[in-house]
């Protein structure tokens, strides 16, 4: 009888996993496909039955902007830095809710997904991991917006503003990582311990809006008294928005320092979520 080595005649081999650190990172190439149709089953059944459809990536965008521009610009009077109020408020939307959608979506991800997770085995880390790559395309068009309205305010200055790209662009794509990955990190945490604790749920969204208005969305880090500034600059968000602007607009108090530091608390928190989400995802089913 002629003997059989399973690692020669499979191309996949799944096996139980040992520790909390086996991740097994090559297992996500393997179902790469998976993860495409994932993102496209997000898009198509977020829109399905909806009357405006993708067009929602303009309209919630460019309302917020102008509630936030009459409400902190025109009656609260927080300064943006000598930005056009509407590019101020808009760049701050945009990267933000990126990074909120990453974190709350990714956050109830076992909870929105214990019937397929029951049922059939893959790499778990590729459902959150298909939300992260998802938004993008939302993130893209308001991305497309924020260019159009730049192009505008060129085309029609405001008094006193002014704006333009600065060499900071090239780290772009290194900012929308590090937005991504802290959002990915967070949430991965949240949902692993909401697998047991379900009232924590309940403190998510409510726990976004805060951090929101303890990053430099609404306002520029220069208009922080010097008292609260240390507390604002602990948040590792706010060097990200910061950097975004900079790298954008050309204004706001980007420093290497300050990504430096976002960076090392986001691959801390990553790290911490996937090893965290690594250990839950062998009995949550049992749990939830």
Not at 61 to 87: C, E, M, N
Not at 243 to 261: D, H, M, N, P, V
């Amino acid at each position: 009888m002629k003997n059989i080595n399973p690692s020669h005649d499979w191309d996949l081999i799944i096996k139980g996993k040992t520790s909390l650190f086996d991740v097994r990172f090559k297992d996500l190439w393997h179902y790469r496909d998976l993860l495409l149709l994932f993102v496209k089953r997000d898009f198509v059944s977020f829109y399905k039955q909806t009357v405006l459809g993708p067009l929602w990536f303009f309209i919630q965008p460019i309302f917020t902007t102008i509630v936030f521009s009459f409400v902190f610009g025109k009656l609260a009077g927080i300064g943006t830095d000598g930005i056009p109020q509407y590019l101020f408020f808009l760049s701050g939307i945009t990267a933000w809710a990126y990074f909120s959608d990453c974190l709350t979506k990714t956050s109830t991800v076992f909870r929105d997904n214990v019937n397929i997770f029951g049922k059939v085995y893959f790499p778990r880390l590729i459902m959150p991991l298909s939300i992260i790559v998802s938004n993008l395309v939302r993130f893209a068009v308001q991305l497309l917006l924020l260019l159009i309205m730049m192009g505008y305010f060129y085309i029609n200055p405001v008094e006193g503003t002014s704006f333009s790209f600065s060499k900071g662009i090239f780290l772009f794509p290194v900012i929308v990582l590090l937005m991504a990955l802290l959002g990915l990190g967070i949430g991965l945490i949240i949902t692993a311990i909401t697998t047991k604790y379900k009232d924590l749920t309940f403190l998510v969204t409510f726990g976004v809006q805060l951090m929101m208005y303890g990053t430099t969305v609404i306002y520029p880090l220069s208009e922080v008294p010097i008292e609260y500034r240390k507390f604002i600059e602990l948040n590792p968000l706010t060097g990200i928005i910061e950097a975004f602007r900079y790298a954008f607009l050309g204004k706001g108090e980007f420093t290497f320092w300050s990504i430096g530091y976002s960076t090392c608390v986001t691959l801390v928190l990553l790290t911490l979520g996937i090893l965290i989400f690594n250990k839950t995802e062998k009995n949550f089913v049992d749990t939830i």
